[in-house]
């Protein structure tokens, strides 16, 4: 089956630095992916949505200079949270899809705390 | 952005009861996902529903899309604890099909 790594699976940084998260398709090509972010007993809000080659396309009132998102190939999307805040802790999760109709698998996420 | 609505939002059950969760919307769904979390832990796919009034089951679970497609449901039978955790929704959306998710049901079956 289709399989999705993600690391960290937790990360705690100083507040002003930056934190980059990786997810990786394991098995499979994924021609798109997508970030979430979910906030404690609340569901999964998406940020982003990025594919392999191009820019990614954010969610209103989310912050693209700060969350930066590179796509750079078939197997990989980084998400780096820039000069972080402690409320940008949250748990950040990312999904990916071989195209429509394939569905989607998502990553086991990553707690950031921002102290 | 085509909003889901879910509810309820938390439910507290007795082990042995059964209990149903609603997705609704005012529009049209393409198709509609129903997922499980774990704390920690991505969602994971229980079910796609596509074609209006259509049933399926997943052991003592039964999801209906109603024949609009604007409206699932989740019904769950027999609750065991566990069962407990959180319940979300979600239909893909425009042309980058990417999902969008209900706020969520998170259960609780107790002991």
């Known amino acids: 089956g289709a399989v999705v790594s993600q690391h960290p699976s937790r990360v705690i940084c100083k507040s002003g630095t930056s934190v980059k998260i990786e997810c990786r398709s394991l098995?499979?090509?994924?021609?798109?992916m997508f970030w979430y972010r979910q906030f404690p007993k609340q569901s999964l809000m998406l940020m982003a949505t990025?594919?392999?080659?191009?820019?990614?396309?954010?969610e209103q009132g989310v912050e693209k200079d700060k969350f930066l998102i590179n796509h750079a190939s078939l197997t990989l999307s980084t998400l780096t949270v820039t000069s972080a805040h402690p409320e940008d802790s949250s748990f950040y999760i990312c999904?990916?899809?071989?195209?429509?109709?394939?569905?989607?698998?998502f990553g086991s996420g990553t707690r950031l705390t921002v102290v | 952005t085509q909003l889901l609505e879910q509810s309820p939002q938390f439910l507290s059950i007795q082990e042995g009861e059964n209990l149903t969760v609603y997705c609704n919307s005012s529009?049209?769904?393409?198709?509609l996902q129903w997922y499980r979390q774990e704390p920690g832990e991505g969602p994971v796919l229980l079910v796609t529903?596509?074609?209006?009034?259509e049933v399926k089951k997943l052991k003592r679970l039964t999801f209906q899309f109603g024949d609009a497609r604007k409206d699932s449901s989740l019904h769950i039978t027999a609750a065991q604890p566990g069962d407990t955790g959180l319940y979300l929704c979600?239909?893909?959306?425009?042309?980058?099909?990417?999902?969008?998710f209900g706020q969520g049901t998170r259960l609780t079956i107790n002991p």
């Open positions: 999904s990916a899809s071989k195209g429509r109709g394939y569905g989607y698998t």
């Open positions: 098995d499979f090509q994924a021609t798109t």
């Open positions: 529903v596509v074609t209006g009034g």
């Open positions: 990025s594919n392999e080659g191009s820019k990614a396309t954010y």
């Open positions: 529009s049209v769904f393409s198709s």
């Open positions: 979600a239909s893909p959306q425009g042309g980058a099909q990417k999902l969008v």
